[in-house]
């Protein structure tokens, strides 16, 4: 698989089970845990609230250019890095 590098524009090959097996490490390594709730609905619905209760400086036609209708939470993108020995993620 093609990967981008940390700096510089770099692309690099890699096997797909090498660059999942040191994203997975990466990840148990720093404690990393999933979350079990989506917390981007509740945060989206305190946002919308705020920019509604603040009529006077946004209105409702901002207000819905502000407002994304089904916001999703991003995706994981490891990048790699060259200038540390073994090229970890």
């Known amino acids: 698989m093609l990967a981008q590098a940390d700096k510089g ?3 690099v090959i890699i096997y797909k089970e ?3 097996n040191k994203t997975h490490s990466f990840l148990t390594e720093n404690n990393i845990q999933p979350l079990h709730k989506n917390p981007i609905n509740k945060d989206h619905k305190h946002i919308q609230e705020i920019l509604q209760q603040n ?3 946004f209105n409702k036609r901002q207000v819905k250019y ?3 209708k089904n916001p999703t939470p991003s995706t994981l993108n490891a990048q790699l ?3 540390k020995p073994n090229i970890p993620i």
């Open 9 to 11: 524009r770099t692309t």
């Open 18 to 20: 090498q660059y999942t």
């Open 55 to 57: 009529n006077l400086i």
């Open 81 to 83: 890095k060259l200038h």
């Open 66 to 68: 502000l407002l994304k």
